[in-house]
């Protein structure tokens, strides 16, 4: 029987420069990345898929959405940057927050599970969650981009750049599923814990 904290899915190697390639528009001012999410919120929202959400993957992309005023409805934090401790004040900020918390194992360069079951619920949630990761969270912008509801916004961070933001629309989805298909292991279950159903993704699509 296999446990929830072992890889579900691994970043092959020939993928991984395809990973590094931002998948959306990377700044440094968290001010205007709010409003763009707003904006996106406001174009893109789809009744049938429930309210947008805002997505931060990683500890410093959430402390910045935090400092500039938003708290995230998702956060996945790993107490590291760029495979190093984040500093000391980052660390302290997001420690003392009071949002529910749910802690996950998953394996770097993977994804668990776990972290796809935690990251299925906070979308679901109505008040904000942030996922505590033993291991890395790098790859769990992928199936945010996946599962969350149209008009969201997944925030994430690109080394020695900024804060990538994308923009959860039917096109963003097309990229993602492309990547998240490219994976090693068994995608199948990870749509199903994911609650997306690939099959209505291509029919959306294709119209």
């Known amino acids: 029987m296999s ?4 890889p579900l899915l691994t970043l092959p190697e020939s993928l991984r420069d395809a990973f590094k390639e931002p998948l959306g528009p990377v700044t ?5 990345l709010i409003e763009a999410a707003d904006e996106t919120r406001e174009r893109h929202a789809s009744p049938a898929e429930g309210p947008p959400r805002l997505i931060a993957v990683g500890d410093v ?3 910045h959405l935090r400092e500039a005023g938003r708290v995230p409805d998702a ?6 940057t760029e495979r190093e401790a984040v500093r000391e004040e980052i660390a302290a900020a997001l420690a003392a927050t009071d949002e529910r918390r749910v802690s996950v194992e998953n394996p770097a360069a993977t994804l668990s599970a776990a972290l796809l079951d935690a990251l299925a619920e906070a979308l679901a949630a109505e008040e904000p969650v942030t996922i505590e990761v033993t291991g ?9 981009m996946l599962a969350a509801p149209l008009g969201s916004t997944v925030v994430y961070g690109q080394p020695g750049e900024g804060m990538v933001r994308v923009a959860v629309t039917p096109e963003a989805r097309r990229r993602a599923r492309g990547l998240f298909e ?18 209505e993704a291509r029919e959306f699509d294709a119209e």
């Open 3 to 6: 446990d929830a904290s072992d």
């Open 28 to 32: 440094t001012d968290a001010d205007a």
């Open 61 to 63: 992309v959430t402390y």
């Open 75 to 80: 956060a996945l934090v790993d107490g590291k």
């Open 136 to 144: 890395e969270e790098d790859l769990a912008a992928l199936p945010a």
């Open 182 to 199: 490219g994976l090693s292991g068994d995608v199948a279950t990870a749509y199903e814990i994911l609650g997306v159903d690939p099959d």
